[in-house]
């Protein structure tokens, strides 16, 4: 039987991840033993597999160079190295502004900067970041709590960015569109995470925001425009987080990291991803 490891992580949340134990029995089905591994365990040899695939490694946001490193030096990676590099800092988005891709308006205020907020309801997050973790929403009248927040972030040697508040969010959620092997797989609603405080905001909180979604073809069509272009081809797994603004569809965040896949509300889902990592291997 051929050998993987799954790449994951020590944190508590590694235990209520749905997507782990579909994934593993799917693969057994195509000849594959999965192992889970936590990524920063130095007691594994990470040549012992012929692949490593990177699945809830969800607490690389607080030791982001440390993952890189670890992940540069495994020689078989998915999704591979560059768009890790790549899609964990969120400073992404001005590339794919730059590639004339709609994404919802972001000011970045990088360590050492002082932040511009608009007079109306925006957003403060960190561009390294994990879903509304050390995220938060802010009136046109919380400029002073909005600037404590970026200080915190830069105290803690992390940059910002200022988005708008998408009220979209609110009534629709945002629309996460799964793909698979460069393949669009199934769409899940994302309910609005910024309602609430952030001390309520835990796994179980996060889960019950999801919902299955039929997938509106434009928005399809648009995520997949996206993954056309270099250097998404041919990635194992990408989720595109898109919502509605001004009535268009506009990137929230292009998730090629560690993305919640929600293969248990999609029947073929946890064969395909099996199948796209056996066809990896042959």
Known sequence: MRRIAIAT?????????????????ALSDVGIEGSMCVWDDRSIDWADFEL????????????????????????QL????????????????????????????????DVGSEPVFPDSRFVVKPTVGAGSIDADKYGRDDHERALAH?????????????????SSIDDDGERALVFIDGKFSHAMTKGAMLNTAADDRDALFRR???????????????????????????????????????????????????????????????????????SRLD
């Open 150 to 166: 970026v200080r915190r972030l830069h105290a803690s040697g992390r940059d910002a960015m200022i988005q708008p508040y998408v």
């Open 78 to 109: 998915l999704n591979p190295y560059p768009i890790i590099e790549y899609s964990t800092d969120k400073h992404y988005l001005n590339d794919l502004a730059a590639r004339s891709h709609r994404i919802v308006p972001t000011t970045f205020c």
């Open 52 to 75: 490593t695939v990177i699945r809830s490694t969800w607490d690389y946001t607080r030791h982001r160079v440390g993952y890189l490193a670890w992940a540069r030096r495994i020689e």
């Open 208 to 278: 019950e925001q999801m919902s299955v979604s039929a997938a509106e073809p434009d928005a399809v069509a648009f995520a997949e425009s996206v993954l056309s272009e270099e250097p998404f081809r041919e990635i194992l797994y990408a989720r595109v987080d898109l919502v509605k603004l001004d009535e268009c569809w506009a990137i929230m965040e292009l998730e090629l990291v560690e993305p919640s896949l929600f293969l248990a509300y999609d029947d073929d889902a946890p064969r395909q991803l099996a199948n796209a990592i056996r």
């Open 9 to 25: 992580s020590v944190s508590d949340d590694v235990n209520l991840d749905p997507d782990a134990e579909l994934l593993l029995d």
